[in-house]
T-cell receptor, first 116, second 115 residues
Framework: DAGVIQSPRHEVTEMGQEVTLRCKPI?????LFWYRQTMMRGLELLIY????????DSGMPEDRFSAKMPNASFSTLKIQPSEPRDSAVYFC??????????????FGPGTRLTVL | GESVGLHLPTLSVQEGDNSIINCAYS??????FIWYKQESGKGPQFIID?????DKRQGQRVTVLLNKTVKHLSLQIAATQPGDSAVYFC??????????????FGTGTLLAVQP
């Protein structure tokens, strides 16, 4: 089982550039989540999808952030334009249906983003 | 913000001892709680969960205790091993009225197992 796959694993970019993070959830999972982790703010839920539909995006910090899920096996998190304060580790997670969205989430390895 | 992590509390234990990691939550309407383990350079890994209609749940070498009266959650690890060294997070499914839920993570506790 491949688990949740994220790419790239590391991204270094300059302020003002567009950044796209990618995620492939575990096959058969109906929920997909995007998280951000920093030392200052810990682990924060940004947005989550159910059956490819965004359910709660209240954690998305600004309009510069957007997320899409065009099909059940792929999601993107885009930051445009990026700023140094966006530097963090971004995790994607997925979970099966049944029992609620937050049951037993499986996390990917994360993308470490550095914005210079 | 609702999750602030300026300083990680640390629990240092000897290999073979039992570990107890504590977590306090604030919302009495929270109905579901989860413990995650995060090793350096990796994503959080689900350990065990518990619903608010339970006081205790056991897994393999781990036990979660929930005290709703004082809004306290604990994770007990039996016979702690070096491989248990990691940051442990509790998370609560916090209800905001209607059908709105948010998963709120605690700041985490670093467990350091001494051989």
């Amino acid at each position: 089982d491949a688990g949740v796959i994220q790419s790239p694993r590391h991204e270094v970019t300059e302020m003002g550039q567009e950044v796209t993070l990618r995620c492939k959830p575990i096959s058969g999972h109906d929920y997909l989540f995007w998280y951000r982790q920093t030392m200052m703010r810990g682990l924060e839920l940004l947005i989550y999808f159910n059956n490819n539909v965004p359910i709660d995006d209240s954690g998305m910090p600004e309009d510069r952030f957007s997320a899409k899920m065009p099909n059940a096996s792929f999601s993107t998190l885009k930051i445009q334009p990026s700023e140094p304060r966006d530097s963090a580790v971004y995790f994607c997670a997925s979970s099966p249906s049944g029992g609620g969205p937050f049951n037993e989430q499986f996390f990917g390895p994360g993308t470490r983003l550095t914005v210079l | 913000g609702e999750s602030v992590g300026l300083h990680l509390p640390t629990l240092s234990v000897q290999e073979g001892d039992n570990s107890i990691i504590n977590c306090a939550y604030s919302n009495s309407a929270s109905d579901y709680f989860i413990w995650y383990k995060q090793e350096s350079g990796k994503g959080p890994q689900f350990i065990i969960d518990i619903r608010s209609n339970m006081d205790k749940r056991q897994g393999q070498r781990v036990t979660v205790l929930l005290n709703k009266t004082v809004k306290h959650l604990s994770l007990q690890i039996a016979a702690t091993q070096p491989g248990d060294s990691a940051v442990y997070f509790c998370a609560e499914n916090r209800k905001y009225g209607g059908a709105t839920n948010k998963l709120i993570f605690g700041t985490g506790t670093l467990l350091a197992v001494q051989p």
